[in-house]
């Protein structure tokens, strides 16, 4: 799925050899690297780079719709759409350390008003921080001329690829209360400690504090997500009888990869005309033995 320009994704390198890579289909971060050259983001090996359907891993972008929270195909279309780059595009605030950006943008086609009657500016940034973190900015603008508000719900489907699923915890979602979609969306108090995996997960934490760690005791690599915008933490893991339904992702992969997913589900996001929003989301991966906890 290559756009005009005849490219099909944008790599970022900073000096010190991190790099992700964002493909022009769905707007889709499906690499992020260390200075080791380690891949940080999951990619199914069945993943399919080109339409109609969304690539399975990396990070794909749930817009206008989350899910099944309204009736657009699930998690809309931004996912499965071509997005151009901006050639030109506006700069970075004058004391930034971040060196290495690309700005991608979303505008809808005649077919998507169609589906969504909505005009739409969705500005996605993509940079590489200056230890090498991994920056998404989206700015989403209502640019309906005829004065019309809208509403939608987001999330960053972020698949990260881990050692073994059940070394793994979360920290930062303990207490919260959650709609559990593997029961009827009903919402529920997590009782637990950190949070660990033995079987299926599929929940939606309400707002969710603004960093979350993920802890890979086996890489002994932590991962650190700071959010923005965002109010909710979507947290899946298929375990082995769903991923047998899933056709572009293998039987034994969900033992290497989380989806940890800031979001904005429960209460949508309403823009007037002229008006913009902005989701962030920060990505570090340290050794363990760094992350405080704090
Ligand atoms: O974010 C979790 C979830 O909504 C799950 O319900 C699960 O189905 C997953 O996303 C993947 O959805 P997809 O449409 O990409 O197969």
């Known amino acids: 799925a290559k756009g005009p320009s005849g490219l099909d994704k944008i790599v970022l390198r900073d000096p010190r050899g991190f790099t992700a890579e964002v493909r022009l289909y769905g707007g889709q971060v499906t690499s992020w690297k260390n200075d080791h050259r380690d891949e940080l983001l999951f ?7 080109k339409s109609p359907g969304a690539i399975r891993g990396g990070i794909p972008i ?44 979303l505008k809808p086609s005649e077919e998507d008003l169609k589906i969504w009657p909505h005009s739409f500016e969705f500005r996605l940034r993509v940079a590489l921080g200056p230890k090498g973190d991994l920056l998404l900015t989206s700015r989403i603008r209502n640019t309906n001329a005829d004065g019309r508000p809208f509403s939608f719900t987001f999330a960053y489907h972020t698949y990260f690829s881990v050692s073994d699923i059940s070394e793994v915890r979360i920290e930062g979602l303990e207490t919260l209360d959650y709609f559990d979609n593997l029961q009827d969306k009903k919402r529920f108090t997590e009782q637990g400690d950190a949070i660990v ?85 920060e990505l570090s991966a340290v050794p363990s033995s760094y992350y405080s906890g704090q």
């Open 62 to 105: 749930c817009f206008p719709q989350f899910g099944t929270h309204g009736n657009l195909e699930k998690h809309g279309f931004a996912r499965n759409r071509l997005w151009f780059i901006d050639d030109n595009p506006p700069p970075l605030p004058v004391n930034t350390a971040i060196k290495t950006f690309a700005d991608l943008i």
């Open 43 to 49: 990619v199914s090996n069945k993943a399919i780079f």
């Open 197 to 281: 995996f033995e079987s299926e997960v599929d929940k939606i934490y309400l707002d969710a504090p603004p960093k979350i760690a993920i802890i890979d005791h086996e890489k002994k690599r932590t991962f650190v997500l700071r959010k923005d915008g965002l109010p909710d933490a979507v947290v899946w893991n298929p375990w082995d009888k769903k991923s047998k339904t899933i056709q572009d992702f293998g039987d034994e992969e969900y033992k290497q990869m989380l989806c940890v997913e800031p979001a904005a589900v429960e209460k949508p996001i309403t823009l007037k005309p002229g008006e913009e929003w902005k989701g962030r989301l």
